[in-house]
């Protein structure tokens, strides 16, 4: 045989020694495959790297659990198999384990240091793998050692986007009709039948949805009703939008059809997204039954071409019941033309519009994930119209206290000018549906668009504290300020939303800590926004970083919302920081600075001599005074210029005109000084200077928050705006 190296000296390639390397590792992991454990011991004795892996991730040790030998795994980690190593899908060993439902191993990984919580990059855990292969005692055990009953799968954002992963053990239990687990799970061990996935399919959902229709089976039925039993949501569709009722019609469970009608919370003539009836579902596979408790329950017959359908499959019986219970009149929705205002939404509302749908009153909507327009803890905010109007619906259950929160909060504040609308609302078996104005896009998605720059920040800010204020005025807080309850309409203009956490002011006499609540929610929201959403709301810093614009003025105003002040009430707080220095434009600034250095006592009174005799100097040139020094900051020439003054007669300085001080006073009085002086002037100066204004604020950016928090609570105030 010919020799693998040219010489006797030249070195194996690295390549050689990978495929060798990968050989050694199917051959070691083929014998635990085989449990041939003297194979194993030999191949490990030559050399073999016990944590080696074949193709999919997999190691001896992952392979040694699979097929169940306790005694090869032993040896394994013996040998120094690591007893956390993950597969290419990230399941280790004690993920695995759970599969395999091997209680001995599971007890042996968690000595090892594996979490019980852990799970793989599809999100499962052992508990919920155990779960869905059955293993009853080790879901037991598992339970015992304190796994999450409910913990729904966890993903990557990319995976939640597609609405993947959220599924609870429970659901893959019901899915693969385990009776004894599912009951254990929900009886014993607090299972929530009401948890949804991130398609918002709960348990039930998943015991109706077998994909193949042979797996359907007794169990899945039984398991459908227990749940029912068990107050299960019968409101809840699968991915392609079918009801509870339409998927018991699907999978001709009479049993299941009749007991979620028995509940009197579904509308029996919804719809999936093909716009398909549990009545044309069951005249479709022509189940004469469920056809007849359907038809009798008052199901409509004057949709979908029902008697077409059931004459195409001769179905003399269907066809008799359908006579029956047909309706002359056509009472289907008329098509119109129609243009939707909303830009971003147009598609989604046109798709809706040119559905049928059962009314709900005035209420045309559809809860199907491709029309969502939010999660909530209920049923989520989804797209509809209104009396013909496009509008966003939330979905509340009849009497739950967060319900009754947003509708009398929207009720009573009906003439606002920035909260969002309320439009009406409808009541439907358990559900309440609360119909508000349609926007555009939440605060923090628009700070995610790559055009964010259409709004400044001081411009949004401004409009959030106008409708914290206004809110307050009806006698409300929001409690629950965030970036995802500002919303943007169609035109930009922005409203404050979601009133289901608010309290009235006067409830429990606590009307100041629920204002403060408010204050300090709000300034998180200043940060948030002045760094244009570049930190998500959860992870701000502290303090206002020094690269963001007017930092000092924004940390000034979020201190000042989140820290009694001692001078005001907390009611009157926010009405006075909406005339906070941050949100006053160039001029404004300027003739404040002007206006305080052309009080008399700064025009013609020294610091050296009157500043204990004068309020206003007292006030300004205190100790620490930050613009000692502010010669150095400008030009020679530009102070130089404005004294001593000279007689204009004489051309000679006038008598006892001092120098400008160093001091903040002195710095003002220069400011005043060259706004009224600056058209005499020679052009030199003019040009050096430019716009006076410029000028100032642009060499002195903290002047004027210094002197407003100087005098913000001193009768000179009266030169702040609405200082009334």
Same mark, same amino acid.
């Given at each position: +045989?010919?020799?693998?190296?040219?010489?006797?000296?030249?070195?194996?390639?690295?390549?050689?020694?990978?495929?060798?390397?990968?050989?050694?590792?199917?051959?070691?992991?083929?014998?635990?495959?085989?449990?041939?454990?003297?194979?194993?011991?030999?191949?490990?004795?030559?050399?073999?790297?016990?944590?080696?892996?074949?193709?999919?991730?997999?190691?001896?040790?992952?392979?040694?659990?699979?097929?169940? +030998?306790?005694?090869?795994?032993?040896?394994?980690?013996?040998?120094?198999?690591?007893?956390?190593?993950?597969?290419?899908?990230?399941?280790?060993?004690?993920?695995?384990?759970?599969?395999?439902?091997?209680?001995?191993?599971?007890?042996?990984?968690?000595?090892?240091?594996?979490?019980?919580? /852990?799970?793989?990059?599809?999100?499962?855990?052992?508990? +919920?793998?155990?779960?869905?292969?059955?293993?009853?005692?080790?879901?037991?055990?598992?339970?015992?050692?304190?796994?999450?009953?409910?913990?729904?799968?966890?993903?990557?954002?990319?995976?939640?986007?597609?609405?993947?992963?959220?599924?609870?053990?429970?659901?893959?239990?019901?899915?693969?009709? @385990?009776?004894?687990?599912?009951?254990?799970?929900?009886?014993?061990?607090?299972?929530?039948?009401?948890?949804?996935?991130?398609?918002?399919?709960?348990?039930?959902?998943?015991?109706?949805?077998?994909?193949?229709?042979?797996?359907?089976?007794?169990?899945?039925?039984?398991?459908?009703?227990?749940?029912?039993?068990?107050?299960?949501?019968?409101?809840?569709? #699968?991915?392609?939008?079918?009801?509870?009722?339409? &998927?018991?019609?699907?999978?001709?469970?009479?049993?299941?059809?009749?007991?979620?009608?028995?509940?009197?919370?579904? #509308?029996?003539?919804?719809?999936?997204?093909?716009?398909?009836?549990?009545?044309?579902?069951?005249?479709?596979?022509?189940?004469?039954?469920?056809?007849?408790?359907?038809?009798?329950?008052?199901?409509?017959?004057?949709?979908?071409?029902?008697?077409?359908?059931?004459?195409?499959?001769?179905?003399?019986?269907?066809?008799?019941?359908?006579?029956?219970?047909?309706?002359?009149?056509?009472?289907?929705?008329?098509?119109?033309?129609?243009?939707?205002?909303?830009?971003?939404?147009?598609?989604?509302?046109?798709?809706?519009?040119?559905?049928?749908?059962?009314?709900?009153?005035?209420?045309?909507?559809?809860?199907?994930?491709?029309?969502?327009?939010?999660?909530?803890?209920?049923?989520?905010?989804?797209?509809?119209?209104?009396?013909?109007?496009?509008?966003?619906?939330?979905?509340?259950?009849?009497?739950?206290?967060?319900?009754?929160?947003?509708?009398?909060?929207?009720?009573?504040?009906?003439?606002?000018?920035?909260?969002?609308?309320?439009?009406?609302?409808?009541?439907?078996?358990?559900?309440?549906?609360?119909?508000?104005?349609?926007? /555009?896009?939440?605060?923090?998605?628009?700070?995610?668009?790559?055009?964010?720059?259409? +709004?400044?920040?001081?411009?949004?800010?401004?409009?959030?504290?106008?409708?914290?204020? /206004?809110?307050?005025?009806?006698?409300?807080?929001?409690?629950?300020?965030?970036?995802?309850?500002? &919303?943007?309409?169609?035109?930009?203009?922005?409203?404050?939303?979601?009133?289901?956490?608010?309290?009235?002011?006067?409830?429990?006499?606590?009307?100041?800590?629920?204002?403060?609540?408010? &204050?300090?929610?709000?300034?998180? &929201?200043?940060?948030?926004?002045?760094?244009?959403?570049?930190?998500?709301?959860?992870?701000?810093?502290?303090?206002?970083?020094?690269?963001?614009?007017?930092?000092?003025?924004?940390?000034?105003?979020?201190?000042?919302?989140?820290?009694?002040?001692?001078?005001?009430?907390?009611?009157?707080?926010?009405?006075?920081?909406?005339? @906070?220095?941050?949100?006053?434009?160039?001029?404004?600034?300027?003739?404040?600075?002007?206006?305080?250095?052309?009080?008399?006592?700064?025009?013609?009174?020294?610091?050296?001599?009157?500043?204990?005799?004068?309020?206003?100097?007292?006030?300004?040139?205190?100790?620490?005074?930050?613009?000692?020094?502010?010669?150095?900051?400008?030009?020679?020439?530009?102070?130089?210029?404005?004294?001593?003054?000279?007689?204009?007669?004489?051309?000679?300085?006038?008598?006892?005109?001092?120098?400008?001080?160093?001091?903040?006073?002195?710095?003002?009085?220069?400011?005043?000084?060259?706004?009224?002086?600056?058209?005499?002037?020679?052009?030199?100066?003019?040009?050096?200077?430019?716009?006076?204004?410029?000028?100032?604020?642009?060499?002195?950016?903290?002047?004027?928050?210094?002197?407003?928090?100087?005098?913000?609570?001193?009768?000179?105030?009266?030169?702040?705006?609405?200082?009334?």
């Amino acid at each position: +045989m010919e020799s693998q190296f040219s010489s006797p000296y030249q070195k194996p390639s690295e390549s050689y020694n990978k495929e060798m390397a990968t050989q050694k590792a199917e051959e070691l992991n083929n014998a635990v495959r085989f449990g041939s454990i003297e194979t194993v011991r030999k191949l490990l004795e030559e050399g073999t790297d016990v944590n080696s892996k074949v193709k999919g991730g997999w190691t001896p040790l992952h392979s040694a659990i699979q097929k169940d +030998m306790g005694e090869l795994v032993q040896f394994l980690l013996d040998k120094g198999a690591d007893p956390h190593a993950k597969k290419d899908n990230g399941a280790t060993p004690f993920i695995v384990a759970g599969i395999t439902g091997n209680v001995s191993l599971l007890k042996l990984f968690l000595e090892k240091g594996s979490d019980i919580n /852990e799970y793989d990059n599809n999100g499962f855990t052992a508990f +919920m793998e155990a779960a869905w292969h059955g293993k009853e005692e080790a879901l037991r055990f598992l339970y015992d050692n304190g796994a999450d009953v409910n913990l729904g799968r966890v993903t990557d954002e990319e995976k939640k986007a597609l609405n993947k992963g959220g599924a609870t053990a429970l659901m893959d239990a019901a899915k693969q009709g @385990h009776v004894a687990i599912v009951e254990a799970l929900v009886k014993e061990m607090e299972a929530d039948v009401n948890i949804c996935d991130n398609w918002g399919r709960n348990a039930l959902v998943h015991a109706l949805s077998v994909t193949e229709p042979r797996r359907w089976g007794e169990g899945n039925e039984t398991i459908a009703l227990f749940l029912l039993n068990n107050g299960a949501d019968v409101n809840k569709r #699968d991915e392609n939008g079918k009801t509870t009722l339409i &998927l018991a019609a699907e999978r001709e469970s009479q049993r299941l059809v009749e007991a979620i009608l028995e509940r009197n919370e579904v #509308d029996i003539d919804d719809a999936d997204r093909n716009n398909k009836t549990a009545l044309m579902v069951a005249v479709e596979k022509t189940n004469c039954e469920i056809s007849k408790v359907l038809c009798e329950e008052g199901a409509r017959t004057d949709v979908g071409n029902l008697l077409e359908i059931a004459n195409s499959n001769y179905n003399t019986e269907l066809t008799e019941l359908l006579c029956k219970y047909c309706k002359p009149q056509n009472l289907s929705q008329p098509k119109t033309q129609w243009t939707p205002s909303s830009k971003h939404w147009r598609s989604k509302l046109q798709d809706l519009h040119g559905r049928y749908r059962p009314m709900i009153g005035k209420l045309k909507v559809f809860q199907y994930q491709d029309f969502r327009i939010k999660r909530t803890s209920q049923g989520g905010v989804y797209l509809g119209f209104y009396d013909g109007k496009e509008v966003a619906v939330k979905i509340f259950y009849v009497g739950a206290e967060n319900a009754v929160r947003e509708k009398t909060c929207l009720e009573k504040c009906h003439t606002s000018n920035n909260l969002v609308k309320l439009c009406g609302w409808e009541e439907q078996k358990t559900c309440l549906y609360v119909c508000l104005s349609l926007c /555009e896009k939440n605060l923090e998605e628009y700070f995610q668009m790559a055009d964010n720059t259409a +709004m400044e920040s001081k411009d949004v800010l401004k409009t959030i504290f106008l409708a914290v204020k /206004e809110l307050h005025s009806f006698g409300f807080g929001h409690q629950d300020l965030h970036p995802s309850n500002i &919303l943007i309409d169609v035109t930009g203009k922005i409203f404050l939303a979601d009133f289901d956490k608010s309290r009235e002011v006067a409830e429990d006499n606590r009307g100041d800590a629920i204002i403060s609540e408010d &204050l300090q929610a709000l300034g998180r &929201l200043v940060l948030y926004v002045a760094m244009k959403g570049k930190v998500s709301f959860e992870a701000l810093p502290m303090e206002c970083p020094e690269e963001v614009d007017n930092c000092m003025e924004v940390e000034d105003l979020r201190t000042s919302l989140g820290t009694p002040d001692k001078n005001n009430r907390v009611s009157g707080q926010l009405d006075r920081l909406i005339y @906070h220095p941050y949100f006053w434009d160039k001029k404004t600034r300027y003739r404040v600075l002007r206006d305080v250095g052309n009080e008399s006592d700064i025009k013609t009174r020294n610091t050296k001599y009157h500043k204990n005799t004068s309020e206003i100097l007292e006030a300004l040139n205190h100790e620490g005074d930050p613009f000692k020094g502010w010669h150095d900051q400008i030009e020679k020439m530009v102070w130089e210029s404005m004294g001593p003054f000279r007689d204009k007669v004489n051309k000679k300085p006038e008598k006892n005109k001092q120098r400008y001080e160093d001091c903040v006073t002195g710095l003002l009085k220069l400011i005043r000084d060259m706004g009224e002086h600056f058209d005499e002037k020679d052009e030199e100066l003019k040009n050096k200077i430019g716009n006076p204004a410029d000028y100032f604020l642009t060499h002195f950016p903290n002047l004027t928050l210094y002197v407003y928090r100087s005098l913000c609570n001193t009768h000179y105030n009266k030169h702040f705006p609405n200082a009334q």
